[in-house]
């Protein structure tokens, strides 16, 4: 495939945007990454009543658009399999061209800092082996977009961003360890053009990112009418919805991946419930269908002794039953005790990019799941547990298999010594004559030690309720 580079041409072709009619969202520009073979929407500014003529390259086809009162208009253009580079024209009597766009798979990738997390690390936070990803970073197949942080009480047509720009040194130092390690495995295995576009702001709670109509959607918030006036922080219930995401909602997409959580700890009990509502938001703005969306399981970590993260990591296990064509990565090996940005954000990459190449891209022989608890039969002093997603059985890897405790109906847990089996796992403690329930993992700060033979961890899980 030929891409071209362009230069001091950008610099030029940006101010025509600048000067022309037709004004376009930031996701629309040059550089950009359209998803291959569907219909994709373009939309923009231009005067009251005016027609807008679109011709895309690919296919030299033409497509008319007529503003609305409000001055806004949109069009879906079909689009070819993957490749380029194309331009699109937007004719309202002055021509605006955008050039050098590329045809591929489109990614958004969005949540909290472990999202944010650039590939060149926070201060005194490294992310492991990003020299080696930087010296591998050139790739001009490889599209990154930022949406910067920001946040509003009204849905915004655009805002403040980094531009599409191609895969470099630079453009990938600043951009989500995650997302480009996603975008760069799938680009490798596909061999298409990869776009990226990240939305991510850390220390954010999930309702900040969800659609006002998904937060109205559950009787258990009690929030407040929210004016132009009302005093915000970013934090506050579509905030980052409204700046953040509105943006780029019903671009093209293949689908979205999400790293957040941290800071709804204190609200574990209604997370499930928050994450299915937000997904099925954005879907309703998106308007393009239940498109995949794959998640990541918050990490273990050290936290400050309140509202233990493995009822966190529980719900968000619940929310993938509960969301359509979704999947989960499990880290519970990947923490660290004083790092709640865990290093190692390649693992957590390459996880994510599992789901996507055995679900959307036809490898469906790759395991991608992780092993799930299935159910506990008691014989004796000894409780067997289940697992789905271990066809092939399970394994430590030489490790010894530790965080396993079970309790009696006193409800008071105890270390437990446990083997692995043909069917999943046994587990026992001599002290509990009796035992009617089984935990793995249920701490704040855990190391796993339990995966399926493909080397995907098992879940922190209870067996009980209390």
Not at 41 to 70: C, F
Not at 284 to 301: D, L, R, S, T
Request: with cysteine; charged share 20%; hydrophobic share 40%.
């Amino acid at each position: 495939m030929k891409v071209i580079k362009i230069g001091i041409s950008l610099i030029i072709l940006v101010n025509a945007a600048v000067n022309a009619k037709v004004i376009l969202p930031p996701v629309i520009d040059h550089n950009m990454v359209l998803q291959q073979k569907t219909n994709a929407a373009l939309w923009g500014k231009a005067s009251p009543a005016a027609k807008v003529k679109i011709t895309t390259s690919w296919n030299g086809k033409s497509y008319s658009a007529q503003t609305g009162s409000d001055s806004l208009w949109r069009v879906s253009v079909s689009t070819p399999a993957a490749g380029g580079p194309f331009d699109i024209t937007f004719d309202d009597g002055e021509k605006l061209i955008l050039k050098n766009i590329l045809v591929g798979e489109v990614w958004v990738c969005s949540g909290q800092s472990n999202m944010s997390m650039p590939v060149k690390g926070f201060k005194n936070q490294p992310v492991a082996g990003s020299d080696e990803l930087l010296q591998q970073a050139e790739n001009p197949n490889i599209r990154l977009m930022q949406i910067q942080r920001q946040y509003s009480v009204k849905p915004e047509f655009d805002g403040k961003v980094i531009p599409w720009t191609a895969a470099n040194m630079q453009s990938v130092s600043e951009f989500s360890a995650v997302g480009y390690i996603y975008a760069k495995i799938l680009q490798e295995k596909l061999k298409v053009p990869i776009g990226i576009i990240m939305t991510a702001w850390g220390g954010t709670k999930i309702e900040a990112w969800m659609s006002p109509g998904s937060i109205s959607s559950l009787s258990f918030i009690k929030q407040p009418l929210i004016k132009e006036k009302t005093k915000i922080s970013h934090n506050s219930p579509s905030v980052l919805y409204h700046a953040m995401v509105n943006p780029i909602a019903g671009y093209a997409i293949k689908g979205i991946i999400w790293y957040q959580g941290e800071a709804n700890r204190s609200n574990y009990q209604q997370y499930d419930q928050l994450m299915q509502a937000m997904v099925k938001g954005w879907r309703k703005a998106w308007n393009i269908g239940e498109w995949p969306f794959y998640y990541v399981q918050i990490a273990p970590f050290k936290y400050d002794g309140t509202n233990n993260s493995a009822f966190l990591r529980e719900a968000q296990l619940k929310a993938s039953a509960l969301i359509p064509n979704s999947g989960m990565v499990v880290s519970l090996d990947v923490g660290k005790e004083a790092f709640i940005h865990a290093p190692d954000k390649v693992t957590i990459g390459k996880r994510l990019s599992l789901w996507a190449l055995a679900n959307n891209y036809g490898m469906t022989q790759l395991a991608h799941a992780s092993p799930v608890y299935k159910s506990i039969h008691i014989r004796g002093d000894i409780v067997e547990v289940d697992f789905d997603h271990a066809i092939n059985g399970l394994s430590t890897f030489g490790k010894d298999l530790t965080g396993f405790e079970v309790a009696g109906m006193d409800k008071e847990f105890y270390p437990a010594t446990a083997k692995i089996t043909s069917k999943g796992v046994k587990v026992f403690n001599e002290k509990v004559k009796k035992p009617v329930a089984v935990r793995y993992a249920f701490k704040d700060w855990v190391i796993g030690s339990l995966y399926n033979t493909e080397g995907l961890p098992v879940s922190s899980f209870r067996t009980d309720t209390w």
